[in-house]
């Protein structure tokens, strides 16, 4: 009986960690910087590894309408 009861302690355990993290990461183009937390930088790079680090289920994006697509050379 204890087996059983230590058993669903544990199912208890592992299934809360995995429902705690389901709301997305917020990611905010604008025309001069990119935005996800407190990291603001002009380049997307630093904004993409945090994303990467944090490892969410779902990204929003959230682009100014005024942003234009950058020129790639």
Do not use: N
């Not at 709301?23 to 993409?48: H, L, N, W």
């Amino acid at each position: 009986m204890r087996f059983i009861y230590c058993s669903y302690l544990l199912f208890l355990i592992v299934l809360a960690g995995c429902v705690g993290s389901s709301s997305p990461v917020e990611v905010r183009i604008t025309p001069d910087a990119y935005q996800v937390g407190d990291i603001e930088s002009p380049f997307a790079t630093p904004v993409v590894d945090e994303v990467v680090r944090i490892k969410p289920k779902q990204v929003l994006i959230l682009a100014c309408p005024q942003t234009r697509p950058t020129k790639i050379i």
